[in-house]
């Protein structure tokens, strides 16, 4: 069974930085596609980046350069660094995967897994 937990969620004012981490097992960051997407209120879900079992990585244009998403195979995680944050970027940030070779940022919001969710909130 595929489990996903992020943390890493808070407040932070327009400029600020967050950290997201995501909870999985070493196998399922060994071998699947992982990513982030996030859903603000009213909203559609959007896909924000995404991560293959080679490392190779792909962003939504607008926030590429704003965005890091990577792998800590030493604790197990998956991160999304956010740098200068924007109240746009308010939204439940959540953490997927799929058993693929490789994923457009576009198709994380459809993973067959995903976590519980983060809340992330931009004030300006």
């Known amino acids: 069974q595929v489990q996903l937990v992020e943390s890493g969620g808070g407040s932070v004012q327009a400029g600020g930085s967050l950290r997201l981490s995501c909870a999985a097992s070493?196998?399922?960051?060994?071998?699947?596609?992982m990513g982030w997407f996030r859903q603000a209120p009213g909203k559609e879900r959007e896909g924000v980046a995404a991560?293959?079992?080679?490392?190779?990585?792909n962003y939504e244009p607008s926030l590429k350069g704003r965005f890091t998403i990577s792998k800590d195979h030493a604790k197990k995680i998956l991160v999304l660094q956010m740098t200068s944050l924007k109240p746009d970027d308010t939204a439940v940030y959540y953490c997927?995967?799929?058993?693929?070779?490789?994923?457009?940022?576009?198709?994380?919001?459809?993973?067959?897994?995903r976590g519980r969710g983060t809340q992330v909130t931009v004030s300006s």
């Open positions: 997927a995967a799929e058993d693929c070779a490789y994923s457009s940022y576009v198709r994380v919001p459809l993973f067959g897994y």
């Open positions: 070493e196998y399922i960051l060994d071998r699947y596609c």
């Open positions: 991560i293959d079992k080679n490392r190779n990585t």
